[in-house]
């Protein structure tokens, strides 16, 4: 796209989306020049896309403020323009994500806040449905923490920062102070009367032409009538002081008189004020939510104490604070923000121990502003707002009880609204310095622990989650007790990793224990409880027990839907959902799209269509349609739901290759060989060992989809090998009764009979078929395709008594199936082959 250089060109249309880009210095001016510069050089087109652009210089010299005069000068060339505060990662992602339903992608509480941000740089990337967009990573200073989330296509990408390692990675516009004459047109149009070059000149110099202290001393002028001599007096003595003291060290010291000038003489006007704005130094940079002072306002806060109890003294110390240009004051947003420079002075101008007080009352506010309850979705606004200030504050050296509760709420809300890695982050330097200073088994280390081990399994990486999962239970049980609420609320974690493993017998026995201590200590139909009752369902499903799942799952969900409260939509869904995924693994492949259906009805009126509870729905309702006959509409909606999920996750998700797995069995049985091999080829040897491990029951029984697909494809020896393994290695990892090594043994047993080999088939297919009956029942899916295959081997091998005898027999328990048109029942029917194939159940 080729956008014209010209700052007076006629604008194309008014932007579509304008979001977070903050509002225009009302007295910029001049750096016309440097504008034209900037446009000339984003718009660049160079090999295939246009370049990010970085503005770098030193703090003050007015990078932001000339960024937002770029978005607001050219936003009619945009159709999309967005803001994205970028001095800490944790602020990258919520900032993009917050685009997706503007670029018609689900929003971050359906899918994730990492998740929707990596969805939102994707689709920019695309060009659809905007080709023209401008993003402005505002104050990035670590190109590490940024660049991952920097899209590359057909729209401009715009990055002010002081770190001068940019250069390195894009085309840089270096930002110095004002030119002379900049400096005098900017201090005429601040200070709102005439003022003779001279003197303008002569105030410029000594401020060093530098916009932020242009700023501050037109401000106080301006609000005191102040002369430019009585200025520069107060100037000349206060640099005085500042060179004879300890003048705050790697500020320029025309910057660091003028703050002084400004803060000694509002100190003499309302000492409030300045009591304020020393607070305000020791949040983050980012905008502070006026809440916070009005939430907080029963907070023990000496310092600020009168200042909170008194509404009135608090709006007239920030209309001071505005007048004075030493904070910025948006009635629209409700915020306050301080630039990052007179932060840094207004610390550093504190003794130590008047720093640590104001800083704990920081903490003590945060905290009191906050909400309880991080799972409420209505509250994390609340939540976001805060975020930005919890590193910059210093909050993890907070001992205060109240203040580490706050931070571990806030890596709840992010853990929840699906920001893993910034979740991640916090918990890992919170863990760290808090047990460094209360040690390793403090109650309050131990909780960070058990976040983190619900993190790590959210980012997929189950080995580091078992670990700390494990350790942390057990220290719990000793500090805790078994039946605390933190020690019971560990233990289902750790049986979330020990499924995540394949330790499928291990999960149950421990959700069996933690039922009955839920149900003890909280009673039978409270929440938790109910939780823990669906994930028991899961692993009764898990280690083969289909009939008891069903039960559990059934009694679960009609529970669920009573619950008075503390059961959310998503919790409802993904239990209505296991409730049909049992039934179809019973084999009734009817009642189960029945009530797949209304679960994905459910699902996408609730919650959205993307929203990862109603895709997993979508997925198992695939499935149900497949093993039921109807083919083309399973195919459709696997080949929907994989897109969906692997938009939304990438492909190394579980989900998503669980979604590919079934996309390959629907394309298998739509008889398109070639894209379903593709598919189970990349998903089953380079997804499947990395993300579970190579012996993984997964991983195993994948291998077997995989096996018959090789074989279809004439590559018998492949396939044998495939399923040798396969079968091995599940008898090893679950055992002999279980579905998984005896699915992938009856595909064993058609290689083996492919290959010529009709009394090692038959041989395997009586043994399969009599633990098949044992497990599950002569009449169970499994137990009636094993029958049907061994059928065909025995008359090969000229046992046709047998074969008889046992052909009526299947065909009588088929009787009802073959009537409804089920395709096992017809290939039985015709003496066909039937493929027995996985899909592997959400962990």
């Known amino acids: 796209m080729e956008l014209s250089h010209a700052a007076n060109t006629v604008p194309e249309r008014q932007p579509e989306v304008w979001e977070k880009v903050p509002p225009r210095n009302r007295n910029f001016t001049g750096r016309d020049d440097m504008l034209v510069k900037l446009r000339q050089g984003i718009s660049t087109v160079t090999a295939v896309v246009p370049q990010p652009q970085a503005l770098q210089g030193w703090g003050g010299v007015g990078k932001t403020h000339l960024a937002i005069e770029y978005a607001h000068r050219y936003r009619s060339h945009y159709d999309l323009v967005w803001w994205i505060p970028s001095d800490q990662r944790v602020l990258v992602p919520s900032a993009l994500a917050a685009m997706a339903p503007h670029l018609g992608l689900p929003p971050a509480s359906a899918t994730g806040v990492e998740e929707a941000a990596e969805a939102v740089r994707r689709t920019l990337q695309s060009g659809t449905p905007y080709r023209r967009w401008l993003l402005i990573f505002d104050n990035a200073e670590e190109p590490g923490q940024v660049q991952e989330f920097i899209p590359r296509g057909p729209g401009h990408v715009l990055i002010t920062s002081r770190n001068p390692k940019w250069e390195d990675h894009f085309e840089t516009l270096q930002v110095d102070v004002f030119t002379r004459e900049e400096s005098v047109a900017f201090l005429k149009k601040r200070l709102r009367r005439e003022v003779p070059d001279d003197d303008a000149s002569r105030l410029a110099e000594q401020l060093g032409d530098l916009p932020l202290a242009l700023e501050q001393a037109g401000a106080l002028q301006y609000e005191t009538g102040m002369s430019v001599d009585e200025y520069l007096e107060q100037l000349d003595e206060q640099a005085s002081r500042l060179l004879g003291a300890n003048r705050a060290p790697g500020y320029p010291l025309s910057m660091t008189a003028a703050w002084k000038v400004s803060v000694s003489l509002l100190e003499d006007r309302l000492p409030e004020a300045i009591t304020l704005l020393r607070c305000c130094a020791f949040f983050g940079p980012e905008p502070i939510p006026r809440d916070v002072f009005r939430r907080g306002n029963k907070a023990v806060v000496p310092r600020l104490g009168r200042i909170l109890s008194d509404p009135i003294l608090l709006a007239t110390a920030l209309s001071e604070l505005r007048r004075f240009a030493l904070a910025r004051i948006e009635p629209a947003t409700r915020t306050i923000q301080v630039h990052r420079l007179i932060q840094a002075l207004l610390r550093d101008d504190l003794p130590e121990e008047d720093q640590a007080e104001i800083r704990h009352e920081v903490h003590v506010l945060l905290a009191g502003s906050a909400p309880n309850d991080p799972d409420e979705s209505a509250r994390w606004r609340r939540f976001e707002e805060l975020v930005a200030h919890v590193t910059p504050s210093g909050l993890e050296e907070c001992t205060d009880p109240t203040v580490r509760q706050f931070a571990l709420n806030v890596t709840r809300y992010l853990y929840i609204s699906g920001n893993y890695q910034s979740a991640r982050t916090f918990l890992e330097s919170f863990a760290k310095r808090w047990t460094e200073v209360s040690g390793a088994r403090h109650p309050d280390v131990l909780v960070a622990h058990k976040h983190l081990g619900n993190v790590l399994r959210g980012l997929g990486q189950y080995s580091e989650a078992y670990e700390i999962d494990h350790r942390t239970l057990d220290d719990m049980r000793e500090v805790f007790g078994p039946d605390h609420d933190e020690t019971l609320l560990t233990t289902n974690g750790y049986g ?125 309702l695939s499935i149900a349609k497949r093993r039921s006959g109807e083919v083309a509409e399973a195919l459709d909606l696997a080949r929907d739901t994989h897109t969906r999920l692997q938009r939304l996750f990438g492909d190394e998700h579980p989900d998503t290759m669980a979604a590919a797995i079934n996309l390959s069995n629907a394309l298998r049985t739509a008889g398109d060989l070639d894209e379903a091999f593709a598919t189970a080829d990349r998903t089953v040897t380079l997804y499947y060992p990395q993300v579970f491990g190579a012996d993984h029951p997964y991983s195993l029984a994948c291998g077997g989809n995989l096996a018959i697909l090789h074989r279809l494809r004439g590559d018998l020896a492949t396939a044998r090998r495939l399923n040798e393994r396969a079968v091995e290695g599940l008898v090893a990892k679950v055992g002999q009764k279980h579905h998984y090594p005896l699915t992938c043994a009856v595909s064993l047993q058609t290689d083996l009979a492919a290959m010529g080999e009709t009394v090692q088939a038959c041989a395997l297919g009586r043994e399969t078929l009599a633990r098949l009956r044992a497990l599950f029942g002569e009449n169970h899916f499994l137990s009636l395709s094993c029958a049907g295959n061994l059928v065909l081997d025995l008359r090969a091998a000229g046992e046709k008594q047998e074969a008889e005898i046992l052909y009526e027999d299947t065909m009588r328990r088929y009787e009802r199936p073959l009537e409804a048109g089920h395709p096992d029942a017809l290939f039985a029917s015709e003496g066909r082959r039937i493929d027995c194939d996985f899909d592997p159940p959400p962990i």
Request: charged share 25%; hydrophobic share 40%; with cysteine.
């Open 496 to 620: 979330a990793s020990l499924r995540a493993r394949g330790d499928f017998i291990a999960a149950r026995r421990l959700d069996e224990e933690s039922r009955a201590a839920h149900a003890a200590s909280r009673g039978a139909g409270h929440p938790s409880t109910l939780r823990v009752l669906n994930n028991l369902a899961l692993d009764y499903a898990l280690t083969s027990d289909y009939t008891q799942a069903r039960l559990l799952h059934q009694d679960t969900y009609l529970e669920m839907s009573d619950a008075g409260g503390g059961i959310g939509r998503t919790v409802l869904l993904l239990s209505w959902n296991g409730l049909a995924r049992a039934v179809r693994l019973c084999g009734d492949y009817t009642e189960a799209c029945d009530l797949g259906e209304e679960a994905y009805a459910y699902g996408v009126q609730e919650l959205t269509l993307d929203h990862h509870a109603t895709l997993l729905t979508a997925k198992d």
